[in-house]
């Protein structure tokens, strides 16, 4: 990617991208979101989110993604994505109630 | 650097995930249900105009009072009496600054931008918490703002931790956790000045007289002529009054005092045996209103700085833009 707008000396001032952070709490355990914030690019980033999420020992491991690269469900979509999962209690096992009583099931 | 329509930052945010869509012809379907059940709004969700509006001006006025609250206490880094106190006071500035920092990203999950809302602080036209326009002429004003003002902040903010907003809720669960380190320093630093020698004692004590009434009005005017706190509590933004929080902060402070071997400067300050409650005495509201105007001790000192160093931290921004602009580029070239 080339920035053909900036002449020498000059460049425009304009904010610095977002970015999702997700820290590892510890080994074993997922990435989890732990907030957004601003950086040039993906390796100011990952010294921004340690600076900012990870004073106190909060992390092992740092991910960092752009966030308009993020893709997500939207609100909208609630009822036909998740709706049809309410009505299939046979998933569970407590569905089943024949087994009560009978060791080891 | 932004890939699409730079001229319009926060509508190209609200495409992504877990932002704010700022389309104003959205219904506000389900909004009412999820604020009678107190369940948690969270940034995609309909909404109504008006708490987005209310949110976006409680959250960033809370970041900018973050944010200008690092000034009073830098004022001492230089100066700490101690290797040890220097870092620990430099640990908490920098914890003031990640609290902005985590407000402003939950700001901005609304759909207002860091820029706009960093322009409205510089132009004067968004505010910050008063209590940042007082001065801190001695140490132990370090110690006051960590046991009071830090204190204070305590009280307001640990029922924020339930506020119907999912971000801002989540930003005040980590700043609450790390607010109890910094009143407990605070108070560390007046204790040990109290017992120290009558000079010291004394300094920890005009500390304290300071800040006492300041920080009791940082939970706001009286409920009668709070303009904002029926709605907020409607919404589940704000769960107890302004009054309400008062009460509790004189409550807690009253045996911190005495732990403290300090005073409190209020004559009325007694323990009231029907209410349950210690009565306090009628606070300076003309003096808060003042220093809201911009009539405090320390309002354009406060904003000249952050002026200066927003202005003078200019190159460094535009530096980092354009080495990652190169060095996505020659990233580009390799990849060719």
Excluded at chain 1, 17 to 46: C, K, N, T, Y
Aim: contains cysteine.
């Amino acid at each position: 990617m080339s920035a053909p707008d900036q002449t020498a000396g000059e460049v425009p001032e304009r904010e610095w991208p977002l970015w999702e952070v997700f820290v590892r709490p510890a080994r074993g355990l997922s990435h989890v979101h732990a907030g957004s914030l601003h950086a040039a690019d993906a390796q100011m980033a990952i010294g921004n989110a340690r600076d900012l999420y990870t004073r106190r020992g909060e992390g092992v491991s740092i991910w960092v993604v752009r966030s308009a690269d993020l893709v997500a469900s939207s609100p909208d979509e609630k009822d036909e994505l998740f709706d049809p999962a309410g009505d299939k209690v046979y998933r569970h096992p407590t569905f089943f109630t024949a087994s009560e009583g009978v060791p080891g099931l | 650097m932004t890939q699409t329509t730079p001229q319009q930052p926060s509508r190209d945010r609200a495409t992504s995930a877990d932002r704010a869509r700022t389309a104003p012809t959205r219904t506000t379907d389900g909004f009412d249900e999820v604020i009678a059940a107190d369940g948690r709004i969270e940034p995609r969700d309909a909404m109504p105009e008006a708490y987005r509006r209310t949110l976006v001006r409680q959250i960033s006025q809370h970041a900018h009072s973050e944010i200008i609250g690092m000034q009073p206490e830098g004022n001492w880094i230089t100066r700490a009496p101690s290797l040890a106190r220097k870092a620990i006071l430099m640990a908490k500035v920098q914890d003031e600054a990640g609290h902005g920092l985590y407000l402003y990203s939950a700001a901005e999950t609304l759909g207002t931008s860091r820029d706009e809302m960093t322009a409205a602080l510089l132009a004067g036209k968004a505010r910050y918490s008063s209590i940042f326009n007082y001065p801190t002429p001695t140490w132990a004003d370090i110690g006051a703002i960590g046991w009071l003002v830090d204190g204070a902040a305590i009280c307001n903010q640990v029922p924020l931790c339930r506020c119907s907003y999912g971000p801002y809720a989540r930003a005040m669960v980590r700043i609450c956790k790390e607010e109890s380190f910094h009143q407990r320093q605070g108070f560390e630093i007046l204790l040990t000045l109290s017992h120290g020698t009558p000079e010291q004692h004394e300094m920890a004590q005009r500390a304290v007289d300071r800040w006492y009434a300041p920080s009791l009005m940082m939970f706001g005017p009286p409920d009668a002529e709070s303009t904002n706190s029926a709605q907020s509590m409607a919404w589940n933004i704000k769960r107890f009054s302004n009054d309400e929080l008062r009460q509790r902060f004189v409550d807690m402070l009253v045996p911190q005092a005495k732990a403290l071997g300090l005073s409190l400067p209020d004559p009325d300050l007694a323990w009231n045996p029907e209410r349950g409650h210690y009565d306090y005495g009628e606070l300076d509201w003309d003096e808060f209103a003042a220093v809201l105007r911009g009539e405090g001790q320390c309002n354009v000192q406060r904003m000249a700085h952050r002026r200066a160093a927003h202005d003078e931290g200019a190159w460094v921004r535009q530096a980092a833009t354009a080495h990652a602009a190169k060095r996505a580029a020659r990233r580009g070239e390799s990849a060719a």
